[in-house]
C-alpha cells in the first residue's frame, strides 16, 4: 500500500518550500534515501526530431514559428538517424531516448507512424524511450504504448494561474487531458516544469501541488531553470540562482517521495557543486549531450567527469518499471482513427509574447 500524501495544499508546500535551508536539505535528503539510491543517477538523451515550426506561442520556446530566433529547422529525422544517434547515447551511458517534436500536438498519418516505428526501433536496443509529441488522444497513447513507449513527457510547465502569461495556444487543461489520457495505458508520466519566467514562489508551489495532487504521481519530473533566448519573449529574464533550483528540487523530492527529479535545462550555468547539492537533494536524473533540444547543456564527457568525481553511477534501463513489449505494427490492434480533437485555445493575447512576433531581424548570437 502507498503512502504516498495526494492532498498537499500550495500553503504546505510554501512551507517547506521557505524551511531554513540546512533543514529543507537535511529533510529532503532523508527522503530521497527512504525510496532511492542516493549514489545513483537516470541519464537520458533528449533528440530533437523534428525542430522549429511550432505554432504555440509558450514565451520561453525559440522554436516557436512566430518569434524571431536563429533556430534552424529541421524535417523530422528517419529511423535509421534516430537509431544512430540512439546507439550513440547508450554508449555514452544514457539508458533513455527522449525524443522531441515541435508539435500542437499528434496527428494520425506518415509522421506519426514514423515517430511509431523510432519507438520500436530503441526499445528493441534495450533502452528506455521516452516521447514529448505535444498534446495526444487516448487512442495516440495506446498505439505509442503498443509500440514499446517508456514514457511520454508532458509539461505543466507552471501553475494554473501564471500559466496565462506564458501561453496563449492552448489551456491548461489539455496538458492535464494529455496526462490522463497516457494514464489508460502502461506507459509512464514524466511532467514537470520551469523556474525563472518571472513567476512567484506562490506559483512555483502551485505547479508542484498540480502534479503532487495526481494519483498516482508522475514517475519523473523534469525541474527546468529557464534559458533565455533571444528572440523569444523573455529573452530579458534574470538567470535563475543555484539556491532557487536546491530549494525546488528540494521540495520536490519531499512532496513526491518515488518520483525521478531530472535536474534538466539551465545546467551549463550550474556549478558542480550547485548540481552536487541538487543531486544530495533529491535529484535523481539527468539530461545528457550538448544540446537539450536546441538550447547547450553539458558535454556528456563533462558528466562523467562529474559522476566519477561525486562517486555517481547511471542508472541502469527498466529499473523503476518493466521493459514494455514491442508490437509490431502489423499486429497492432489499436488502428488510426483520423481522430480532429478539439483542444482548447484560450483566445487571450500576452502582451510580452505579441511584442516578441512583432520583432524582426536576424538574431545574432554572441
Not at 48 to 58: F, L, M, N, R
Not at 99 to 105: D, Q, T, V
Not at 231 to 238: A, H, L, W
Request: glycine share 6%; proline share 5%; net charge negative.
Amino acid at each position: 500500500m502507498s503512502n504516498t500524501k495526494h492532498n498537499w495544499t500550495k500553503e504546505e508546500i510554501l512551507e517547506i518550500y521557505n524551511k531554513p535551508l540546512m533543514e529543507l536539505l537535511y529533510e529532503a535528503a532523508t527522503v530521497h534515501r527512504q525510496h532511492h539510491d542516493p549514489n545513483t543517477v537516470q541519464v537520458s538523451t533528449l533528440l530533437s526530431i523534428k525542430t522549429g515550426g511550432c505554432p504555440e506561442d509558450c514565451g520561453y520556446c525559440p522554436q516557436a514559428a512566430r518569434y524571431h530566433t536563429d533556430i534552424e529547422g529541421n524535417d523530422l529525422m528517419t529511423v535509421q538517424q534516430v537509431k544512430a544517434q540512439a546507439l550513440r547515447a547508450k554508449a555514452s551511458g544514457s539508458s533513455r531516448v527522449c525524443m522531441g517534436a515541435a508539435w500542437r500536438n499528434v496527428k494520425d498519418g506518415p509522421e506519426f507512424d514514423q515517430v511509431l516505428d523510432m519507438v520500436r526501433t530503441i526499445n528493441k536496443l534495450d533502452m528506455e524511450v521516452c516521447c514529448t509529441l505535444g498534446m495526444v488522444t487516448e487512442n495516440q497513447a495506446k498505439r505509442l504504448a503498443e509500440a514499446g513507449l517508456y514514457a511520454y513527457n508532458h509539461n505543466l510547465d507552471t501553475s494554473e494561474e501564471y500559466y496565462k502569461e506564458v501561453i496563449s495556444t492552448r489551456g491548461y487543461e489539455d496538458r492535464l487531458q494529455t496526462i490522463e489520457n497516457v494514464r489508460k495505458t502502461n506507459v509512464t508520466v514524466c511532467s514537470g516544469g520551469i523556474i525563472g519566467m518571472g513567476e512567484s514562489e506562490g506559483d512555483r508551489a502551485g505547479m508542484l501541488v498540480a502534479l503532487a495532487t495526481l494519483n498516482p504521481q508522475p514517475e519523473s519530473v523534469p525541474i527546468n531553470a529557464l534559458v533565455a533566448v533571444e528572440g523569444t519573449p523573455m529573452e530579458d529574464q534574470k538567470p535563475v540562482e543555484i539556491w532557487e533550483m536546491i530549494r525546488m528540487v528540494a521540495t520536490t523530492r519531499i512532496v513526491m517521495p518515488k518520483t525521478q527529479v531530472r535536474l534538466s535545462a539551465g545546467r551549463t550555468e550550474m556549478s558542480r557543486e550547485g548540481q552536487a547539492m541538487c543531486f544530495f537533494a533529491g535529484a535523481n536524473s539527468i539530461f545528457a549531450g550538448d544540446k537539450l533540444l536546441t538550447t547547450p547543456n553539458p558535454d556528456v564527457n563533462e558528466d562523467m567527469a562529474m559522476f566519477q568525481q561525486l562517486g555517481l553511477n547511471p542508472q541502469k534501463a527498466f529499473v523503476k518499471a518493466p521493459q514494455p513489449k514491442t508490437v509490431e505494427a502489423a499486429e497492432s490492434q489499436f488502428q488510426p482513427l483520423g481522430e480532429k480533437p478539439k483542444w482548447s485555445r484560450p483566445g487571450h493575447t500576452i502582451d510580452r509574447n505579441e511584442a516578441a512576433k512583432q520583432k524582426t531581424g536576424v538574431v545574432s548570437k554572441q
